[in-house]
Each structure stands twice: as structure tokens, then as C-alpha cells.
């Protein structure tokens, strides 16, 4: 018999625009965005992590009754430990049980790993239900709350298993910020001097301003309203840029990695005992070391960036601790690998990137080249 083929034809064209609310005390914008349109009429979940729901499950289930609107409330144990399929199951068969179903809005309340799971949730959840954002966490501002990465680790990879899903809104809530560590603060100024370093030299300035010439404590900072909603604002606008031109990372989307090649395999390296936040400032600085070195940046791009860094207290050298066979292993490239390249995105200067042959946003290394540079650098 002589197979047939034939075309299911299906061109979609979706418009996923949403907007990004900053600001303080958000719990009645939240309850307004969750009246628009056709959110207004579906029952409300508003998932949150253990932490969190002490913090902010009240108010806004208060907020909410005060509109007439029930929200069930469901909490999970906090932590990246917990960004499992498993706990992901788990809250799925406690919205089945309460009887949600497909006319539910959630309600993401946390930091990165709550709007990466409970994201998640929300795209596979009777086939995809709307979510919205409630970011209570400078890293998920800086970096998580843009882009529509949603994801459960694995125990062979983080963010392994996922989907792109994007929020119906995204609540940047400042006064979440005032309960935040020193540490967390740190955390998610590493992710916000990577992105005025790649994109925007004007932003940088100010934070120089703030940090370096100031001397702003993270205390400080995240009561410094107007420096706060500046952070908050250029950190989503800048993710929002890159994304917008290439929703599913094939080229421009890359440059976001800036810092990350380094960053994300001296995090693992180090058996994740060092922040996300800290690798990508160590991981940026020795970028522009080696951009340096091949004539990309200058050597004041490369101090100003280790003066920022290290006026907010993020380390921007190598811990002697680490060994570079165990970054070079984390890249995918262990003793026994012998050539092969790493693909890096490098800096042009603050606030701009290099683009390369083609229009490409990341050059290919020679590994050998990275091994020895990392080497030096472990030893200086
Ligand atoms: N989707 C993306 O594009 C993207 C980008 C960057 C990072 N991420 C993910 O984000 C996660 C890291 O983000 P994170 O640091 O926000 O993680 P997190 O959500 O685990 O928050 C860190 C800790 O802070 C607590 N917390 C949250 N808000 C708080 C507040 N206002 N005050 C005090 N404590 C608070 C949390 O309970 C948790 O214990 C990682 O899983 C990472 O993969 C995702
Ligand atoms: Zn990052």
C-alpha cells in the first residue's frame, strides 16, 4: 500500500504581550490585573513557596476578598532543592483535588524558583492556563521574570525540563525587597551590572554612582526608591530587548549569557556552595579579561567593571578554592577531551557587545586557549 501525506496546515500568530507593573505595595495592582479582560471571571490559585506565603499570602488574599474574589492558596517547601517534577506533581494533584480546573488563573508569589515551577505548572496544567508573575525576589526581577522560561531541575541538569510559557502580567513589588538578605541583594546585582555591562553604559553609570562613589550599602539600596525602580526596570527592559528579537534563543538571545559560559560552570564546580549572582560577576569579569586580551575591550572597561563589582561586595576573581579542571569539566570539556571549542559571548565595552561574523552574538574559543587562560588566572 503507498502511504498518503497530506498537511494539517496551522500558521499561529499569537500576540503575548503583557505588561511588567513596578512599584510599591502591589497587592491591589495585582488584583486589578486580574480583572482584565477574560482573567476576570476564573477561579484564582496563588502558588507560593513556604517563605513567601508568611509574607504575602494574606495580603493579597485579603485584597482579593475585598474585591469579591476567592483565592485558594497552595504552598510548597521552599528552596531550589524543591524545583522538582516531583513537587510540580504535587501541586497539580492538590489543584485537582480542590477542583480547579481549566478556568483557573495562577498566581506565581515568589522568587525564581516559584515563577519557573509554578509557571511550568500553569503551561501543562489542563493544557496551558493564563498566570500571572508576583516577583519577590532582585535576582527573579533581574533575570527571571522576563523571557517566559518556565522549568523543573533534574539531577542531571537544572532547568532540564520545561516550557516556554509567558505570564499575562509580571508584579515587580519592591517592598518585598526590605525582608530580602544582604546575600539575596548581592545575588541579584550580579545579574544587574551583566546587564548594564551588555547593554546599557548609562545604567552602569549610575549604579558606579550609587556603589562606587556613594558607597550605597544593599540596605540602602533597596530603600533608594528611585535607584530600586531604575533596577527593576532597566534589568526587564534589557532582558525584554534581547528577547523580544528572538524569542527562542537562536542568535541575539545568546548575548544574554554574557558572563554565564564561566559563571554557570564555576557555580557547578564549586557544588553550587557560591550564588548564581556571584559566578555570573566572576564569570563577566574574566570575559572581559580574555575579550581584553584579544583587543575587544580596554583594561578601564575591565577595572570599572572589578570596581563596581567589588564596591557591592560580589567577587569578580577565580576563589582559589576551585580547581580548573573542574570548570573545564563543567563546560563539557574534561582532561581527556583533547581540542574542541567553547562558544563565548564577549563585550565590545560597557554596555555593548561584540557581534561577530554572520551577526553572530557568540565566537567559538579554542578550549586549550580557555584551559590556559583560566590557569593563569587561578594562579595571579
Ligand atoms: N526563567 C528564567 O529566565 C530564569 C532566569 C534566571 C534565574 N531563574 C531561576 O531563578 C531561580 C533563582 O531565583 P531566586 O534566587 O529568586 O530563588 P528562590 O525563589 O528560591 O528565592 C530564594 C530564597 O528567597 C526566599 N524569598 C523569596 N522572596 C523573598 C522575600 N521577599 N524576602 C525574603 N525571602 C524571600 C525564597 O523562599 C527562597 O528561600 C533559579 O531556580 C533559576 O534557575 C530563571
Ligand atoms: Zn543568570
Keep these: 500500500m503507498k502511504a498518503t501525506e497530506f498537511t494539517v496546515e496551522l500558521v499561529r500568530q499569537v500576540d503575548e504581550s503583557y505588561p511588567i507593573v513596578v512599584g510599591r505595595g502591589l497587592e491591589s495592582n495585582l488584583v486589578d490585573v486580574a480583572g482584565r479582560g477574560e482573567l476576570a471571571g476564573r477561579r484564582i490559585a496563588l502558588i507560593t513557596d513556604s517563605n513567601v506565603r508568611e ?8 485584597e482579593f476578598a475585598a474585591a469579591g474574589r476567592t483565592v485558594g492558596v497552595i504552598e510548597f517547601p521552599a528552596g531550589e532543592i524543591n524545583k522538582t517534577r516531583a513537587t510540580k506533581e504535587a501541586i497539580e494533584d492538590e489543584l485537582i483535588a480542590r477542583g480547579f480546573g481549566r478556568d483557573t488563573l495562577i498566581i506565581a508569589a515568589g522568587g525564581g524558583v516559584v515563577t519557573d515551577l509554578v509557571g511550568f505548572v500553569a503551561a501543562t496544567f489542563t493544557r496551558g492556563v493564563p498566570y500571572i508573575s508576583y516577583v519577590t525576589t532582585l535576582l527573579a526581577a533581574a533575570d527571571a521574570s522576563v523571557g517566559g522560561k518556565t522549568a523543573v531541575d533534574t539531577p542531571a ?26 546575600a539575596q541583594i548581592r545575588d541579584g546585582l550580579g545579574e544587574t551590572i551583566k546587564h548594564g555591562c551588555l547593554a546599557d553604559s548609562e545604567f552602569f553609570g549610575v549604579l558606579e554612582d550609587a556603589f562606587v562613589r556613594r558607597g550605597l550599602s544593599p540596605a540602602k539600596f533597596v530603600n533608594d526608591d528611585g535607584l530600586a525602580q531604575l533596577t527593576a526596570q532597566r534589568n526587564c527592559e534589557i532582558k525584554r530587548d534581547f528577547v523580544t528579537s528572538d524569542v527562542f534563543e537562536g542568535n541575539r538571545r545568546m548575548g544574554l549569557n554574557l558572563g554565564h559560559t564561566i559563571g554557570r560552570a564555576l557555580e557547578a564546580a564549586m557544588g553550587y556552595t557560591m550564588s548564581h549572582g556571584e ?44 580547581s580548573v579542571d573542574a570548570i573545564m569539566a563543567a563546560m563539557g570539556h574534561d582532561k581527556k577531551g ?31 586557549l580557555i584551559r590556559q587562560f583560566l590557569e593563569e588566572q587561578s594562579a595571579s
Design 55 to 62: 509574607l504575602v499570602a494574606d495580603r493579597i488574599v485579603a
Design 157 to 182: 541538569a537544572t532547568n532540564l525540563i520545561g516550557a516556554f510559557h509567558q505570564p499575562r502580567a509580571v508584579l515587580i513589588d519592591l517592598d518585598r525587597w526590605l525582608t530580602l538578605s544582604d
Design 279 to 322: 559566578c555570573v560577576a566572576v564569570g563577566t569579569a574574566l570575559q572581559m579579561r580574555l575579550g581584553w586580551s584579544f583587543g575587544y575591550c580596554s583594561e578601564s572597561d575591565v577595572e570599572r567593571f572589578e570596581a563596581l563589582a567589588g564596591a557591592i561586595g560580589l567577587p569578580f576573581r577565580l576563589p582559589a578554592s576551585v
Design 338 to 368: 583533547v581540542g574542541g571549542v567553547i562558544r563565548f559571548v564577549f563585550q565590545k565595552g560597557i554596555g555593548d557587545l561584540m557581534v561577530f561574523e554572520d551577526g553572530a552574538y557568540a565566537r567559538p574559543v579554542d578550549a586549550e
